[in-house]
């Protein structure tokens, strides 16, 4: 028996039978890998994450989404269809102009377009602030075929706030940012070439990097984590250059505007301890979260409208009266 094992050939058959088993447990993690990668941050068609409701939506979305394009209806008379270019991409939005000197710019999350952004803005409108509505690059009528996770999409927010100061003389800019759009915000207000007029920023289920809230969703899946990531990374860097394993956490120490945060206790993507690190880091000196005991991640208005819509509103309140107190310091000196 041992002769038999120790045969030349016997050897040889085991080292192919490892060999072959060892590459296809490779190949098949590489190709899970490009796929997982491709249907989460890969839009393909025009079809994919386009304005329209989506077929397969998550029944607690629909009503957000109804909502939203029922307040989308109602204004329709102060609509305005507008249009950049960033970085060679062509990128549309909505700008409802109720005659404000104020505006809030809706950043949308992975898939969503302008038209889920409608629902997000209904309090700030009813805090006497214009409207900013966007698609993402990669969805609804604007190009792009990848989602970066809020980098590159951070300088299509940027270009977007000059366009309202030059085009419609905002001097007043709010960002409202769901998930990635969270982090492009996030990302935009902290960088070198922040403009002026962006004066506050509120989150709403803000992960510390993408790749946090990647392995959470493939823990949900039940999908491997170890290797896997690390390949769907991979992915990543090659058609992007940019890297899930950096995110908002690496930033917001910089942050010097006021900071609402919006979080569910029950956020599976963006957990709560994550939430509470980067509320801890940033380095605004006006900075609050509002926690809500339920709500899926960026579900939250439609568990608990009342205090979601107060929290806003509190915190635009507080953002106008430290705008006066900045004005009247800097008339005094």
């Avoid at 005659?99 to 809030?104: K, P, Y």
């Avoid at 927010?157 to 001097?171: G, P, Q, R, S, T």
Wanted: glycine letters at 8%; aromatic letters at 12%.
């Amino acid at each position: 028996m041992i002769g038999i094992i120790t045969h030349p050939i016997f050897l040889i058959t085991v080292g192919i039978l490892v060999g072959s088993g060892l590459l296809m447990w490779a190949i098949s993690y590489l190709v899970a890998s490009y796929c997982v990668y491709n249907c989460t941050l890969r839009r393909r068609s025009k079809d994919q994450w386009s304005r329209e409701m989506p077929k397969d939506i998550d029944p607690e979305q629909k009503p957000m989404y109804e909502a939203g394009v029922r307040w989308s209806d109602e204004n329709i008379g102060f609509k305005k269809d507008v249009h950049i270019v960033n970085k060679g991409l062509n990128l549309y939005g909505e700008y409802y102009d109720f005659g404000n000197e104020r505006c809030v710019v809706i950043l949308s999350g992975r898939t969503e377009s302008l038209r889920y952004g409608y629902y997000f803005a209904i309090p700030y409108a009813k805090n006497g602030y214009n409207v900013l509505v966007l698609d993402p690059r990669g969805h609804g009528l604007s190009d792009g075929e990848f989602n970066t996770v809020g980098f590159e999409e951070s300088g299509d927010a940027i270009a977007w706030v000059d366009f309202l100061k030059e085009e419609y003389n905002i001097h007043f800019v709010v960002f409202h940012g769901i998930c990635i759009g969270a982090a492009a915000g996030m990302l935009a207000i902290t960088s070198e070439n922040a403009p002026e007029s962006l004066k506050g920023i509120v989150t709403e289920g803000m992960f510390p990097n993408f790749g946090e809230s990647m392995k959470n969703h493939l823990i949900e899946k039940k999908k491997p984590v170890f290797i896997l990531y690390d390949l769907i990374n991979m992915w990543m860097k090659h058609y992007t250059g940019h890297t899930m394993d950096r995110g908002p956490i690496d930033v917001i120490e910089r942050l010097n505007a006021p900071l609402l945060m919006l979080h569910s206790r029950e956020d599976l993507y963006s957990t709560p301890e994550f939430a509470e690190k980067l509320f801890e880091l940033a380095g605004s000196e006006e900075k609050e979260i509002v926690w809500f005991e339920h709500g899926r991640h960026s579900m939250l208005r439609i568990t608990d409208t009342e205090r979601y819509d107060g929290a806003i509103e509190n915190f635009l309140h507080r953002l106008d009266r430290e705008i006066i107190a900045e004005k009247e310091n800097q008339n005094v000196l």
